[in-house]
């Protein structure tokens, strides 16, 4: 018997996962070194992996093989053909390099046998590397115009997003069940409802996910970001036109949305947050950081226990802590006593004059936006032309969005802006719509140093109203 042998095979697109691609080249790898007299020691498969330079896969058993030989573990490397070893002409370098090194030579079903130790077998190697390497090449052009030509047609391609079905050589059409679902989660985050508080709604209702048994803040986030929801064509990451489908949203709440998804001040609140809604809102009066929540707990005080309430406390001075029931019953009595006056409601009417200037500001941008993607698919803008253009436009587009949300009227709080008394509204409120009108109404809460063990005083809640 000859020298030890592995035998590589590989294959680059395995949709189904049946590896019958690489099952054949092995079979006959194996035949190709009965022929020649090798044992072969060691196989090695790489399944549904490219080998061109537009491949990002990483091709973790042809790594090995390569270890292998240069260990001396096998001094053979067989193939079906130079194009399933490599693609790049850079790696024919390495294999050169490898049999020059180290003495290991190369056998292939189909590409016949390179002799690299003389210069015309490794110009040959290499005229065979460039031809792979282009055809390679020539394939994903190929491949990405028929993408870009489908996308142009509104024709999909890949798995069904949520919220859509599929007829095939058709658009896709919105999906009669969850269409809606992605609707009015979308209305709901333009109100200022937050992603965790809707995830439970529908959780409670039993509407499944498109994964799993449970809806998450992540996974709605990740659907209500989507460009096609409000019709728009995308193609590597940009915005390139109008689909030919039926939007599930309108373009305004859906630029609302993403201003809200993406606003770096957005926080994902913690649990006690939920309950506590006055958690992160208020800022601590020595050192200015906000006030976090602690949980009720058990302590020793010269040797009798002493149990201590839930509070508000700074994390970073320790300069405050104050129970929590005495703030928000302060809070509390000061929402709703506003609220109850005669131009209470009024402030939650927001401002319309700012509302107006930011919404034609909005416009004008998006026309613009708009105008870059005709021209784009006029052959008058270059693919990174339009990605500067969008990367500049599209910020701006969103700080308009968010001025006009900030200053629009609070229409998720009308139980609060109807007149009469608001008490029964305040009371059966959820600690997240506490949050928003407390939100609404006040620039900043501090509360103020008191001195241990000093009873609570409710002037030492200092408040800053949005509006007078």
């Given at each position: 018997?000859?020298?030890?042998a ?17 099952e ?6 194996h035949r ?9 020691i ?8 490219g080998a061109?330079t ?6 973790p ?9 240069r ?8 193939a079906y053909s130079n ?12 294999l ?11 056998h ?19 005229i ?12 994903g ?18 798995a ?10 058709q658009?896709d059409a ?10 009015e ?5 333009a ?19 498109p ?5 998450s ?5 990740q659907?209500?970001?989507r460009?096609?929801?409000?019709g ?12 030919v ?9 859906h ?8 606003d770096p001040s ?15 809102v208020?800022?601590c009066?020595?050192?200015g950081?906000p006030?976090?929540t602690?949980v ?10 002493k149990?201590q ?16 029931s005495?703030?928000?019953d ?7 006593g ?8 009024e402030l939650l009417a927001?401002?319309?004059e ?12 998006r ?16 693919p ?36 009469g008394?608001?008490?029964p509204a ?8 506490k ?16 001195g241990?063990?000093r ?8 408040v ?5």
């Amino acid at each position: 018997m000859g020298h030890g042998a592995g035998l590589y095979a590989r294959i680059s697109d395995d949709r189904e996962g049946l590896e019958q691609g690489v099952e054949r080249q092995v079979e006959d790898g194996h035949r190709l070194a009965d022929r020649l007299d090798l044992r072969v020691i060691d196989t090695y498969v790489d399944n549904d992996r490219g080998a061109s330079t537009r491949s990002r896969k990483p091709r973790p058993e042809y790594a090995r093989m390569l270890d292998d030989a240069r260990a001396g573990r096998i001094s053979t490397i067989i193939a079906y053909s130079n194009s399933r070893l490599t693609r790049r002409p850079r790696e024919v370098e390495d294999l050169i390099e490898l049999h020059e090194r180290y003495g290991v030579r190369i056998h292939t079903v189909v590409s016949g046998d390179d002799d690299l130790s003389t210069a015309d077998g490794r110009m040959v190697a290499r005229i065979k590397g460039n031809v792979d390497a282009a055809e390679a090449e020539r394939t994903g052009e190929r491949v990405a115009r028929a993408f870009q030509q489908r996308a142009e047609r509104g024709l999909p391609h890949g798995a069904v997003a949520y919220g859509w079905t599929r007829t095939p050589g058709q658009p896709d059409a919105a999906d009669p069940e969850a269409a809606p679902i992605i609707a009015e989660a979308a209305r709901r985050i333009a109100r200022g409802e937050s992603a965790r508080s809707i995830c439970a709604d529908l959780n409670e209702r039993g509407v499944r996910p498109p994964r799993g048994e449970r809806w998450s803040p992540t996974v709605l986030r990740q659907i209500l970001l989507r460009e096609r929801n409000c019709g728009r064509l995308i193609r590597k990451g940009q915005v390139i036109g109008r689909g030919v489908w039926e939007p599930i949203v309108d373009e305004d709440t859906h630029d609302r949305v993403v201003a809200i998804l993406r606003d770096p001040s957005r926080r994902t609140a913690r649990k006690n947050e939920l309950r506590y809604y006055l958690a992160g809102v208020m800022t601590c009066g020595k050192c200015g950081a906000p006030l976090r929540t602690a949980v009720g707990r058990v302590v020793t005080v010269n040797g009798r226990e002493k149990r201590q309430p839930p509070a508000y406390w700074c994390g970073e001075c320790y300069g405050i802590r104050r129970k929590i029931s005495d703030v928000e019953d302060t809070v509390e009595a000061l929402v709703v006593g506003r609220l109850n006056m005669p131009d209470g409601p009024e402030l939650l009417a927001g401002s319309p004059e700012v509302v107006r200037e930011q919404t034609a500001r909005a416009e004008a941008l998006r026309a613009r936006l708009d105008r870059a993607a005709d021209d784009y698919a006029d052959g008058l803008l270059t693919p990174e032309q339009l990605r500067r253009i969008t990367g500049k436009l599209r910020p701006q587009i969103e700080d308009a969005t968010r001025r006009a949300r900030e200053a629009g009227p609070s229409p998720q709080l009308e139980e609060f802006s109807k007149g009469g008394d608001v008490r029964p509204a305040w009371d059966a409120a959820s600690p997240d719509r506490k949050r928003q009108v407390v939100n609404t109404l006040f620039k900043r809460i501090v509360v103020k140093p008191a001195g241990q063990g000093r009873a609570f005083d409710p002037d030492l809640i200092a408040v800053e109203w949005r509006r007078a």
